[in-house]
């Protein structure tokens, strides 16, 4: 949208993928996956309720919209999910 | 032209405008507005969408909603039906869409009261709508196709009201000069609007802004009602052109002013007797002229100061109050001019009427306040008679 005037503008907002979900700083503690543990089996990634977890070969987290719930952690069955303090 | 009331004036404006969708809902001294639109659209007169609502708030929802996805929209109220959609008239003027509003004024309770008042017009000051108050149903009519105009424009893009004084002239048949319907659509242009809810190309509305991008728009709100003055001015020169009335190239209106020592202010239907009092005062030889305020908002600063600075006394008349401190037209005339000698009438209030006489006493008894320097202060007039009448109301006394 091209704007002729300096003084228009407009409570308006394009839709962008998550914008508004991001964590921010105020996670207390993160997640943290073993690679040695890790079996690929893909609870973590059905269980998290924040669709944070993804698949690319292999599961990985994205921090910037984990909030540390710790349920990928408790339904990990090898245990290779531990939550770290974060720093 | 017809023989026409205020509020057929203003339907056959909307109708005239190709409006597309009428949020109504009805309520005294309004509701033959939304009649006549409703039977213009029985007889098949209008095509616009015509949405029945369970109350005011959701009247200018509904038009909101429909103006966001491109229609020129249109809605009326009054009184205690303004003040129920005040939430959403804040929401319509945040959202910078361009939407033409009705308000034929009328007191607000308590205590119950229908008749003519400007105080629930006046309440809507702060929201960010451009404001413009009618004196008589050709006016009604002319700001009417104006306002979509004016809201319309890109420089603006703001909603805007017109307001009427209800019965006197909402119910008022006089003669209205009424525009063809091919002159209105060269003076009219289709609806612009800075964004279209629209599922092509999807924006957010309604959503959460943090500080600062919110006083960003005040401020952006703000700089449109001071660039619309222009707007209005030029819009008032191309609709002279369609109708060839020559009284809207200036905000407000002058009457027998720039040779004049004292000046009267004021708004509204009531200008008419003012004139007819201000005519046999000049006869006696008083020097008076009469200012009519005709945008609220845009507020123009530099048109009022012109127009009053050189007076020797300046009297405001306000058919609205602000409790506890003065008339509005009186606070904002006092903020915008630093004159030592200007004072303030109350009057009209809840269906008071003034006539001719009581407007020559009003004026001829400030001008003499004036000739002894102490024009100052506020007063509450009541016509003749009116200050004997006692309250009888009953009242809890303790033994």
Aim: glycine residues 8%; contains cysteine.
């Amino acid at each position: 949208m091209k704007l002729q005037y300096d003084y228009q503008y407009f409570p308006i907002s394009i839709p962008d993928k998550g914008a508004g979900g991001k964590t921010g700083n105020w996670r207390v503690v993160k997640p943290v996956i073993s690679k040695e543990k890790c079996i690929q089996c893909k609870a973590c990634y059905l269980w998290c309720p924040e669709s944070t977890i993804h698949i690319d070969n292999e599961v990985y987290i994205d921090y910037e919209y984990c909030k540390g719930c710790g349920v990928c952690a408790s339904v990990c069955p090898v245990k290779a999910i531990s939550m770290v303090m974060e720093q | 032209m017809k023989i026409i009331s205020g509020n057929e004036a203003v339907a056959l404006a909307v109708k005239l405008a190709r409006v597309g969708v009428v949020g109504i809902y009805p309520i005294t001294p309004q509701t033959s507005i939304i009649e006549k639109l409703a039977e213009m659209k029985a007889n098949g007169e209008l095509d616009a969408e015509i949405i029945r609502v369970e109350s005011e708030h959701a009247a200018m929802a509904s038009t909101f909603g429909a103006a966001i996805a491109g229609v020129r929209a249109f809605t009326a109220t009054s009184s205690q039906g303004l003040l129920y959609m005040h939430e959403m008239t804040w929401w319509v003027a945040g959202s910078r869409v361009p939407v033409v509003m009705v308000v034929a004024t009328r007191a607000v309770g308590a205590p119950w009261n229908i008749w003519d008042e400007n105080t629930d017009f006046m309440s809507e000051r702060d929201s960010g709508w451009l404001m413009a108050f009618a004196s008589n149903p050709q006016e009604a009519l002319d700001l009417t196709l104006q306002a979509f105009r004016i809201s319309e424009d890109e420089r603006v893009y703001l909603p805007m009201m017109v307001g009427m004084d209800g019965f006197i002239l909402s119910h008022m048949k006089t003669n209205v000069n009424i525009p063809s319907q091919d002159d209105v659509d060269l003076f009219l242009p289709s609806r612009k609007q800075p964004f279209v809810l629209d599922s092509e190309s999807p924006v957010g509305m309604g959503n959460i802004f943090p500080p600062i991008e919110y006083m960003k728009l005040r401020h952006s709100i703000h700089e449109a009602i001071l660039h619309s003055e222009e707007v209005i001015r030029k819009v008032g020169i191309e609709y002279q052109k369609i109708t060839g009335i020559n009284n809207y190239s200036t905000l407000n209106v002058k009457y027998k002013l720039d040779d004049a020592d004292y000046a009267v202010v004021l708004m509204g239907a009531w200008a008419g007797d003012a004139m007819e009092a201000i005519d046999e005062l000049r006869k006696q030889g008083l020097s008076v002229g009469l200012y009519r305020i005709r945008y609220i908002r845009p507020w123009s600063e530099e048109e009022i100061t012109l127009a009053l600075k050189d007076k020797k006394a300046i009297l405001v008349i306000d058919r609205a109050t602000s409790m506890g401190r003065g008339g509005p037209l009186y606070l904002e005339l006092k903020s915008t001019l630093h004159h030592e000698q200007m004072c303030g009438v109350i009057s009209g209030l809840g269906g008071v009427l003034l006539n001719k006489g009581d407007f020559k006493e009003i004026i001829s008894r400030f001008v003499e306040r004036a000739k002894q320097g102490n024009a100052k202060g506020i007063t509450w007039y009541y016509p003749k008679g009116g200050e004997k009448i006692e309250l009888k109301s009953p009242r809890y006394v303790e033994e």
